[in-house]
């Protein structure tokens, strides 16, 4: 009897450290006063009555955090202020160091906001706002839990997924499913006939660390890649889609959006292969600055932006699968829909980050004689 005992206690501790490990105890449960909590918050949010967003320039994305937002909360007016985020960094350090208290919100991509506004201690943390039971519900997301970008799980709020297109082909050059694998590329045929975006800058460098990280391809496929296969460099994305686009080139590697191309009629493709998948986090992830004037039309937003209304919102404007699980993903290309028994490496994650950084200048000495 003392032995059962013991084992059911031992088994209820294993499942106790578990749900926490999970973190399904802490993401499941709303705090128990989370109704008066968000009324009061809403009250004091239409008194302020005002929210200072900088984030970036997709007319898609202003119209929801502003326009669609203000229809969900009248009283509450958007201040948004698009623009390239090393443009944004710059004028926040200008203004913290002018002792100026003006932004809100900063949404832009996880790199600059980890390494730039999170490592000078400018955030506060995110999640404690959140109280709407559906935004803290594990069970709404994707692998059970809200995600965040930074190792602490609180700072730096993701709610895009962004698999990264493998390769984009010309239609004219290449037959839909020749390519069936990465190794493909190394075909004699396609000597000369490829394409990249300088892997020194933009998403190509997470995609090829994603490459470099799989067992089936690692560092010496990516030598035989970029060392046999003549690949042409560029840092101008439209012109590698015109390129791609007119038939100089049949492959193209890197961030041209593949998609975009083939709506407006173009002869192109996406293409995706199997295995471990690259995923980013796009430009909306959402950072909260410490010196927030307006901290409860923040909470707002952050509350909202997250919920099955948010997010379904989200998914209608920009075409985009949202990391919530729960909303219908009709419109999405079913590749963007996550599979939840795959295996994705999210770049924009704050423990890639720095070996990502560690990884850059092996990747450099691939390029470095073949700077355009």
Not at 50 to 64: E, M
Not at 80 to 100: D, H, K, L, W
Not at 124 to 136: C, D, H, S, T
Not at 149 to 165: H, I, L
Request: aromatic fraction near 10%.
């Amino acid at each position: 009897m003392a032995g059962q005992k013991t084992e059911r206690i031992l088994t209820g501790l294993l499942l106790l450290a578990s749900l926490l490990f999970h973190g399904g105890l802490h993401a499941a449960q709303p705090p128990a006063n989370w109704k008066a909590d968000w009324d009061a918050t809403q009250r004091a949010a239409e008194k302020e009555a005002k929210l200072v967003i900088y984030g970036p320039p997709g007319s898609d994305q202003q119209k929801l955090y502003t326009e669609i937002f203000h229809q969900a909360f009248p009283k509450i007016r958007v201040n948004y202020t698009p623009g390239r985020i090393s443009e944004i960094i710059s004028r926040i350090m200008a203004e913290q160091r002018a002792g100026m208290r003006q932004a809100d919100l900063v949404l832009g991509g996880t790199d600059i906001l980890l390494g730039t506004l999170k490592d000078k201690n400018l955030l506060q943390p995110i999640r404690p706002a959140l109280v709407l039971p559906e935004v803290v519900d594990h069970n709404a997301w994707f692998k059970g839990k809200l995600w965040f970008a930074d190792s602490e799980d609180k700072f730096v709020a993701m709610w895009r997924a962004v698999p990264y297109t493998a390769a984009c082909i010309n239609t004219n050059l290449v037959k839909p499913g020749e390519l069936k694998s990465y190794w493909d590329l190394l075909q004699p045929k396609w000597k000369g006939k490829i394409v990249s975006q300088d892997l020194r800058i933009g998403s190509a460098r997470n995609q090829m660390y994603t490459v470099y990280f799989r067992k089936d391809l690692g560092p010496e496929y990516l030598k035989r890649l970029y060392g046999e296969m003549d690949v042409t460099l560029s840092r101008n994305l439209p012109q590698i889609a015109d390129w791609l686009a007119g038939g100089k080139y049949a492959i193209a590697i890197g961030g041209v959006d593949c998609d975009d191309l083939a709506a407006k009629g173009l002869p192109v493709l996406p293409i995706h292969f199997e295995g471990i998948a690259a995923v980013g986090a796009g430009t909306d992830p959402a950072s909260w600055l410490a010196s927030s004037p307006n901290v409860n039309t923040a909470k707002v937003f952050l509350n909202w932006i997250l919920s099955r209304d948010g997010q379904s919102q989200f998914q209608k404007l920009t075409r985009e699968n949202s990391l919530r699980t729960d909303i219908g993903k009709d419109g999405i290309p079913p590749y963007y829909v996550l599979d939840p028994k795959k295996e994705y490496l999210f770049t924009g994650l704050e423990e890639h980050k720095d070996k990502i950084n560690e990884f850059r200048p092996w990747l450099e000495t691939l390029v470095g004689k073949k700077s355009p």
